[in-house]
């Protein structure tokens, strides 16, 4: 007799196939392999005491406070703890119970989300002399090469843009933004690239963006998150797809003193506002691409909460992005110039694929494909 303990859900699955488990038995027992933790934040106490019932009653938990059951208290916080096939279940309880149950099941639903498989690597190139990466900066004469390169070593997107928005940088007058950018925009609609890889706006200057998805770009990185309806409508008319990333302030302060009560909670409620504003233009749910905003307006802690917590933004229906490439974060844990950092992105990288990222924003991309390739060998 062997005994060992299996570890991944991939390799699971290959055990039941080999068993001669039927392909839906085995869909069937795959939602009973993920564990999933959820926090509810404010859960009316009767509900909770109902949805403790109903949890328990399938083999599910949720862990309350210990007087939950005297309903002291309006409100309480409380974790749920459940497989993907009680989740199911929950939802389908919840739907008929009153104190709000009706619409958690449903809150609860957009949890079994599928992960994506495929993995996209965007690529940096900076027009300009302020990134905080010198190695990604580049004049615009050198720039369709070096696009070119990135797209030959495994790039799928090409993320240009002309302005730094690292910590303490300084805002440039959208005619100079403009005019940096113009001669590359130009060489690159020439060069043909656009139909090896799809390239994207790294601003939120609307004559910006409009000039380049007028040069076949196909994508808008907004580090302001869709605050401009004008750029989404850009979006629209073109048929571009839309980064909407969170940011606490502006790049001149955002790092000086970040506050959140739940990072998680309120990051969430940012991206819920801001989809709902870019449905109502015109874009598609699949259209839009959600970053969380490594660094923008967080702290260490607030940054390693987001990354632990990535799966839960998947409920949204929309591809996540991750740009952790060579940030102070990894100095933080590992004192290391920008120069040594690469070891540290690709390991924050990883797990933020582990847990739902399907496009890395990265500057070095060769390192990046083979890392993910091992990677997914082992998942």
């Known amino acids: 007799m062997r005994i060992y303990r299996v570890g991944e859900s991939s390799e699971r699955e290959e055990i039941l196939a080999q068993l001669g488990v039927e392909p839906t038995g085995i869909s069937i027992m795959s939602k009973k392999m993920q564990l999933l933790w959820i926090a509810i934040r404010g859960l009316p106490t009767p509900a909770a005491n109902i949805l403790k019932q109903d949890a328990l009653s399938i083999g599910a938990e949720l862990a309350v406070p210990r007087d939950t059951v005297l309903c002291r208290r309006d409100r309480i916080d409380s974790l749920l703890i459940a497989n993907r096939k009680q989740i199911e279940i929950l939802s389908r309880k919840e739907r008929v119970q009153p104190f709000g149950l009706e619409k958690l099941a449903c809150t609860l639903e957009s949890f079994l989300v599928r992960e994506p498989n495929e993995i996209s690597l965007m690529a940096v190139l900076n027009i300009n002399s302020d990134s905080f990466y010198p190695k990604s900066r580049f004049e615009a004469r050198f720039a369709v090469e070096e696009a070119r390169r990135m797209i030959d070593l ?26 940096r950018l113009v001669p590359l925009l130009d060489a690159i609609e020439e060069s043909g690239l656009s139909e090896r890889a799809l390239f994207s706006i790294d601003s939120h200057t609307p004559i910006v963006v409009e000039y380049a998805l007028k040069r076949g770009f196909r994508l808008v990185n907004d580090i302001r998150g869709a605050s401009d309806a004008r750029l989404v409508e850009l979006a629209v008319e073109y048929g571009a797809r839309y980064c909407i990333m969170h940011m606490q302030g502006e790049p001149e302060n955002m790092q000086k003193a970040p506050s959140y009560e739940d990072v998680t909670a309120e990051v969430g409620e940012f991206f819920e506002e801001r989809i709902e504003r870019c449905e109502k233009i015109g874009l598609k749910r699949d259209e839009i691409i959600l970053d969380v905003g490594i660094g923008f307006g967080k702290s260490l802690q607030h940054n390693l909460t987001l990354l632990k917590n990535h799966k839960n933004f998947l409920r949204y229906g929309c591809e996540l992005l991750v740009g952790a490439s060579r940030k102070s974060m990894i100095d933080a844990i590992y004192p290391s110039p920008v120069e040594e950092r690469l070891p540290g992105t690709i390991a924050i990288h990883l797990k933020a694929i582990e847990n739902g990222a399907s496009i ?9 494909r083979q890392a993910i390739a091992l990677w997914r060998v082992m998942s």
């Open 154 to 179: 495994g790039a799928d997107i090409v993320d240009i843009g002309a302005v730094s928005s690292r910590p303490g940088s300084k805002s440039v007058q959208e005619e100079e933004e403009l005019a």
């Open 360 to 368: 890395v924003r990265c500057h070095d991309v060769a390192e990046h």
